[in-house]
């Protein structure tokens, strides 16, 4: 057993390898300050999650001062929008934290404004190591020759299935299904159950960007969109009539029931989001879930990429060294992967990745779907998220729910979208 599962996680790391040593971003940004000269200093680091997440993290704290007992760590974490409006707040106050949690979205945008550290010189000094990531993870967060983070897991887009629901329509998800095939079974499961086949996914920038990457575009270019007024017109015409039609869920129903998921929450069959997130639905959820692959145009291409969460410094900080050492504890340590398993994504160090042994059904299904997307080669480099993408994700979420609730026209609602995104962009150039 123990071997057979070694053969299975060296071929995933092989073949996602192949996929990710091009992953990279461009934009700018900024590092220095000197540590403590060894004297005891406190740093502080924020993230976002719930309960749960911050409970695996406060375990995990508590084995770094006990390794490094002159380093205290003061933490913070909120609902995702509550913290990056905090955070936005802090670094424009000249207050940020020395830790945060990251993504992608956000890189660009503080970047410019020099609030992330440049990690490169405390991998030099010996004190942050970049060996060991899966390949090309460790690349995640380099911009122009500066390293801005390092991830802690990986995730890919997947789509969420209550099994229950689809076993009783005699719906089967496939490797390679279409379009048209996932379509024709949430018209069948709204037939057979009286459940909406799928909670809407046309307010998920990410939905629509594996859309138009199977079309040889993408949601975000190096520095604007990808797309024109006309495809999302198209795309948001559809979601409406779907809507109407009871295919897709009642977006007043949906909203009322927030956070929990439509899934979760029996008013969907399915719906897009990302796959480590599985873990959601099993706790919020009365039903069984599983991960089903994402419907293609071709039969062939998903468009679909491995993200990630990351631990960035930040530029203020008065204690480089301590802020690079309590990142490499944290992305390197065994023990660390053992408490936190797949709560960010999938681990993203060997030391990690091997020391977790997914036990309850939920991670050993989010680690059997990367292994399956890395060994079927569907795997890209990510697309650059320009500085004013963070904006822009919020301005796609917010219309396209104003538009479900009748608020606003597709046409509307798309005016408003590129208008928003115009100016999102000119802020942040």
Known sequence: ???????????????????????????????GGSGSAGGPVTIRYAWWGADDRAKKINQSIALFEKKYPKIKVKTDFQPYLDFWKKFNTQAAGGNAPDVIQNAVTFLRKYAARNVLLDLNPQVKAGNLSTDNFRSGLEKFAEVDGKLLGLPVGSNSMGYIIDEKVYDKAGVTPEYGWTWDDWYAGLQKIKSKTGVAGDSGPHSIMYYYDLKLRQQGKAFFTEDGLGFEE????AEWTEAMKRTRSGVYADPKRVEQIKPKAAAAGGLSAGEFTWDNFTVRYAAEGKSTYGIAPIPTTDGKKTGQYLGSLMLSGTARTKHPKEVATFINFMVHDPEVG??????????????????????????????????KIAETGVLEPITPHPAGADVIEGAFLRLATEMSLDKASPGEAVDKFFSEAKTAFTANA
């Not at 599962?5 to 092989?14: D, G, N």
């Not at 160090?349 to 050993?364: I, L, M, R, Y």
């Open 230 to 233: 006309s495809d999302l017109e």
């Open 338 to 371: 053992r408490i936190m398993g797949y709560d960010r994504g999938v681990l993203s160090t060997t030391e990690q990745f091997e020391a977790f042994e997914p036990t309850d059904k939920v991670s050993k299904q989010i680690s059997a779907y990367e292994t």
């Open 1 to 31: 057993m123990r071997t057979s599962r070694h053969v299975e996680r060296r071929t995933f790391l092989k073949a996602a390898g192949a996929s990710l040593a091009t992953v990279g971003l461009t934009a700018a940004g900024c590092g």
